[in-house]
T-cell receptor, first 114, second 112 residues
Framework: QKEVEQDPGPLSVPEGAIVSLNCTYS??????FMWYRQYSRKGPELLMY????GNKEDGRFTAQVDKSSKYISLFIRDSQPSDSATYLC??????????????FGAGTQVVVTP | EAQVTQNPRYLITVTGKKLTVTCSQN?????MSWYRQDPGLGLRQIYY???????DKGDVPEGYKVSRKEKRNFPLILESPSPNQTSLYFC???????????FGPGTRLTVL
């Protein structure tokens, strides 16, 4: 069983809708939770990260972490066609050797239709 | 500008012909990694390095070699490529915290 599970989608939403993405994990040692966005034929780029439990907001993006449930979420408000991409979650225990071995989810493909 | 560069971006080769994919970063990062990305399998780590001359296997190291002789460079070597190594390869670097994770643009490799 993978340490990080993520539904691959695709997830199709109309423009302006809220996009809801999530990952579950099994390793209770994870402390840092990251979300990457990957456009087609491009490398992943870091969107935002959260340390431990709680919420973090950055513009239209909100990341939530519930460590008790081992569940993290990313919400995209007022979605735009330019948000169409694959979104990957990644996790790290934050120890010295863990930064070279991030654990990634499989990625969820999101399509925002005009 | 913070950057991870990879070369070549596209490569078509034949079985058994040794090849090297270069990776370079300009951020003085300690950590560098190689991943392959395949449909339905997501990103899988091949090798990673915590510093110069320190490398370790990731989840799928078979058929690959790496070296880290300089901090900025982390080449990926396929000594005898096979068709099952056809994939999209990404190099990544990290400064050892959550907001310094950078990926390269990717190298699409086809082995015939």
């Amino acid at each position: 069983q993978k340490e990080v599970e993520q539904d691959p989608g695709p997830l199709s939403v109309p423009e302006g809708a809220i996009v809801s993405l999530n990952c579950t994990y099994s390793n209770s040692a994870f402390q840092y939770f990251m979300w990457y966005r990957q456009y087609s034929r491009k490398g992943p780029e870091l969107l935002m990260y959260t340390y431990s439990s709680g919420n973090k907001e950055d513009g239209r993006f909100t990341a939530q972490v519930d460590k008790s449930s081992k569940y993290i979420s990313l919400f995209i408000r007022d979605s735009q066609p330019s948000d169409s991409a694959t979104y990957l979650c990644a996790m790290s225990a934050g120890t010295t050797d863990s930064w070279g071995k991030l654990q990634f989810g499989a990625g969820t493909q999101v399509v925002v239709t005009p | 500008e913070a950057q991870v560069t990879q070369n070549p971006r596209y490569l078509i080769t034949v079985t058994g012909k040794k090849l090297t994919v270069t990776c370079s970063q300009n951020m003085n990062h300690e950590y560098m990694s190689w991943y392959r990305q395949d449909p339905g399998l997501g990103l899988r780590q091949i090798y990673y390095s915590m510093n110069v001359e320190v490398t370790d296997k990731g989840d799928v190291p078979e058929g690959y070699k790496v070296s880290r002789k300089e901090k900025r460079n982390f080449p990926l070597i396929l000594e005898s490529p096979s068709p099952n190594q056809t994939s999209l390869y990404f190099c990544a670097s990290s400064g050892g915290n959550a907001d310094t994770q950078y990926f390269g643009p990717g190298t699409r490799l086809t082995v015939l």
